[in-house]
C-alpha cells in the first residue's frame, strides 16, 4: 500500500497555526500553489497519474477548532497527501489526540512541524509541553520551530515540505 505523506503544523488552540498556512500558502484552498518554484496542484481528489506531481490537499481547521468535525475528516478514507493543523494536547480527552495520531499514522507518514511558541512576541509567551513533543515522536518526524514572525513561519514550513519530498523522492526540483 503507498504511505501518503502528511504535513502537520502543531501548536495549542489560539498558537498561530493556521496564520502559518495562510502565510505558507495565501492562495486559495483549491488551486495552484507554489513551493519553491514548483506549482503544485491542490484538489480534494486526485486523478493524475503523473508520478512527477505532488497533489496536496490541506485543511486549515485543527482538532481544536472542531473536534468531531476533525474525527470525521480522519474517519474518511485519505487516500493524498496531506497539509493540516493539529493541537497536541494530549492532556484534554476532547481532542482525541491519540485516536487521530493512530489513525492518520496506519496511512500516512507523519512530519509534525511544531511551533514550539505561540505567536505572542512578549506577553503571554507559551510553549509546547516537551512531554507533548516526546509523545508525538511516536507517530513521525519532528521538526521543532521557535519563530514567532508568522511570514518566516511560513516559508519555513514550506521549505519543509520540500525538504521532505526531495529526500524521500530522491528527485532534486529546480526553481
Same mark, same amino acid.
Request: net charge positive; proline share 3%; hydrophobic share 30%.
Given at each position: 500500500?503507498?504511505?501518503?505523506?502528511?504535513?502537520?503544523?502543531v501548536?495549542?488552540?489560539?498558537?498561530?497555526?493556521?496564520?502559518?498556512l495562510?502565510?505558507?500558502?495565501?492562495?486559495k484552498?483549491?488551486?495552484?500553489v507554489?513551493?519553491i518554484?514548483?506549482?503544485l &496542484?491542490? $484538489?480534494r !481528489? =486526485?486523478? %493524475? +497519474?503523473? @508520478?512527477? /506531481? #505532488?497533489?496536496l &490537499?490541506i $485543511?486549515? !481547521? =485543527?482538532n %481544536? +477548532?472542531? @473536534?468531531? /468535525? #476533525?474525527?470525521? &475528516?480522519?474517519?474518511?478514507?485519505?487516500?493524498?497527501n496531506l497539509?493540516?493543523?493539529?493541537?497536541?494536547d494530549?492532556?484534554d480527552?476532547?481532542?482525541?489526540?491519540?485516536?487521530?495520531?493512530?489513525?492518520?499514522d496506519?496511512?500516512?507518514?507523519?512530519?509534525?512541524?511544531v511551533l514550539?511558541?505561540?505567536?505572542?512576541?512578549k506577553?503571554?509567551?507559551?510553549?509546547?509541553?516537551k512531554?507533548?513533543i516526546?509523545?508525538?515522536?511516536?507517530?513521525?518526524e519532528?521538526?521543532?520551530?521557535?519563530?514567532?514572525?508568522?511570514?518566516e513561519r511560513?516559508?519555513?514550513?514550506?521549505?519543509?515540505?520540500?525538504d521532505?519530498?526531495?529526500?524521500?523522492?530522491g528527485?532534486?526540483?529546480?526553481?
Open positions: 500500500m503507498k504511505r501518503y505523506k502528511a504535513f502537520i503544523v501548536g495549542y488552540r489560539n498558537w498561530g497555526k493556521s496564520e502559518t495562510h502565510q505558507a500558502f495565501p492562495e484552498i483549491k488551486g495552484w507554489t513551493l518554484g514548483k506549482k &496542484f491542490m $484538489r !481528489m =486526485s486523478n %493524475s +497519474d503523473n @508520478p512527477e /506531481s #505532488y497533489e &490537499f $485543511r486549515r !481547521m =485543527s %481544536s +477548532d472542531d @473536534p468531531k /468535525s #476533525y474525527i470525521k &475528516f480522519l474517519k474518511r478514507e485519505q487516500p493524498r497539509i493540516i493543523t493539529f493541537n497536541p494530549f492532556d480527552e476532547k481532542y482525541k489526540v491519540k485516536e487521530n495520531l493512530s489513525r492518520l496506519k496511512t500516512h507518514d507523519c512530519y509534525f512541524y514550539k511558541n505561540n505567536f505572542n512576541k506577553k503571554n509567551r507559551r510553549v509546547i509541553k512531554e507533548h516526546d509523545l508525538l515522536k511516536g507517530f513521525g519532528i521538526k521543532i520551530i521557535e519563530i514567532i514572525d508568522r511570514k511560513g516559508n519555513k514550513f514550506k521549505e519543509f515540505i520540500v521532505i519530498f526531495k529526500r524521500v523522492s528527485k532534486v526540483w529546480i526553481g
